[in-house]
């Protein structure tokens, strides 16, 4: 079986109804970055970095897969599918998909804030009724915060990725504007016979060393147009 791996972000959960980050219209426009995704927002006013993802957790919780979501978990019956996120929501889990590594961390789970583990906690919270509250800690006493992946903090599962994208016969990439590292780095990782695809209603950059074949289009539209290339 060929192996097929599909690096997604937040463009494939847009037509679920969660915004993307950087379009217009982006639940990013509202926050300014540096208030609410980073280690120093969380040392700043933690309360409001709660209540922000509690926002996006409800969010979250709120909505359904769409058909890209479905379609890639589908591709599992011809292909060795990996899916490589950037997203924090489960809507590939919720479409069937069986093999998920999350780059950038799950909203639906907590983990504490302890600096001293911080970065090599390997336990994690489930969260009651979606919502973290102020006070809810771990066994030390740590406030917990949302599993998610700061800017400017390590993303664990990158060697991993690597390793999953350094063996793919095809790439899919869809709904990144590849403008957050490392993740955009992963393309790099391909092995020269790959074939590369990139689905997006937008113009992203990819340098033209990689041989990417564009699918200028939305996530649904675009699967089925990917799904004719490969099929
Ligand atoms: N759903 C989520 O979990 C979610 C949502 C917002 C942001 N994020 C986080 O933000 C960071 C963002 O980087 P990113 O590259 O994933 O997102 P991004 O917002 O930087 O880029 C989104 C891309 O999706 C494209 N897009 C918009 N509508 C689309 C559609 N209907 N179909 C396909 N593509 C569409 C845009 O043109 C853009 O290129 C990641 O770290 C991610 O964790 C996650």
Redesign the pocket.
């Known amino acids: 079986m060929k192996k097929l791996v599909v690096l997604?972000?937040?463009?494939?959960?847009?037509?679920?109804g969660?915004?993307?980050?950087?379009?217009s219209g982006?639940?990013?426009e509202q926050y300014r970055i540096e208030e609410v995704?980073t280690p120093e927002a969380w040392e700043a006013n933690f309360e409001m970095v709660l209540e922000f993802y509690n926002m996006?957790r409800k969010n979250?919780l709120e909505v359904k897969p769409n058909q890209?979501h479905i379609d890639i978990a589908e591709l599992e019956n011809t292909f060795d599918v990996h899916v490589i996120?950037?997203?924090?929501?489960d809507?590939h889990e919720r479409a069937g998909s069986s093999k998920v590594l999350h780059?950038?961390?799950e909203?639906l789970l907590a983990k504490s804030s302890n600096p001293a583990t911080l970065h090599q906690e390997e336990e994690y919270y489930p969260i009651n009724e979606g919502v973290i509250k102020k006070g809810e800690t771990c066994e030390k006493g740590f406030q917990l915060r949302p599993h998610?992946?700061w800017f400017g903090e390590p993303v664990p599962n990158l060697p991993i990725a690597e390793e999953i994208v350094s063996t793919a016969d095809i790439l899919l990439v869809?709904?990144?504007?590849?403008?957050?590292y490392p993740?955009?780095n992963l393309l790099y990782y391909t092995k020269p016979q790959c074939e590369i695809y990139l689905?997006?209603?937008?113009?992203?950059n990819v340098s033209h060393d990689l041989n990417v074949k564009v699918i200028q289009?939305?996530?649904?539209s675009?699967m089925k147009t990917f799904k004719n290339f490969i099929q």
Do not use: M, Y
């Not at 969660?18 to 379009?23: E, K, L, N, Q, V």
């Not at 996120?85 to 929501?89: F, L, P, R, S």
């Open positions: 997604s972000g937040a463009g494939v959960s847009a037509e679920s969660i915004s993307t980050f950087r379009d982006g639940l990013w995704a996006r979250v890209a996120t950037q997203n924090i929501d809507l780059l950038h961390g909203i998610v992946v869809i709904g990144t504007s590849l403008n957050v993740a955009a689905i997006d209603p937008n113009q992203v289009e939305k996530a649904t675009g």
